[in-house]
């Protein structure tokens, strides 16, 4: 089993920086694809970014690219989300998640964090 746990949540003025850190145990996940995703109130879970297990290949939502840098360390079994100029459309519960397929879809990973919070404010 996996278990996967976020950090790094908070609030945030719009053109801030936060930087979320997902830490890894249990069976062993540097094989499998790392994503981010988040989900707004009222709204369905979204694909963010993801990174291969090697860490050589990162996707990007449109929203994000250009402001959001994924990044894994397969040593230390954490994958984190830096993001940079927040904007307000950014709040949201974002998850960290595991799967051993690349997808943007979120029934493609099996390996779920409960998430943190991410508020931006205007």
């Known amino acids: 089993q996996v278990q996967l746990a976020e950090s790094g949540g908070g609030s945030v003025q719009a053109g801030g920086s936060l930087r979320l850190s997902c830490a890894t145990s249990?069976?062993?996940?540097?094989?499998?694809?790392m994503g981010w995703f988040r989900q707004a109130p009222g709204k369905e879970r979204e694909f963010v970014a993801a990174?291969?297990?090697?860490?050589?290949?990162?996707y990007y939502a449109d929203s994000v690219k250009g402001r959001f840098t994924i990044s894994r360390d397969n040593a230390e079994a954490t994958a984190d989300l830096q993001m940079n100029s927040l904007k307000p459309e950014d709040t949201a519960v974002y998850y960290c998640?595991?799967?051993?397929?690349?997808?943007?879809?979120?029934?493609?990973?099996?390996?779920w964090g409960r998430g943190t919070q991410v508020t931006v404010s205007s």
């Open positions: 249990g069976r062993t996940v540097s094989s499998a694809t």
């Open positions: 990174i291969i297990w090697s860490g050589s290949r990162t």
């Open positions: 998640a595991a799967g051993f397929r690349t997808s943007q879809a979120p029934n493609d990973y099996h390996y």
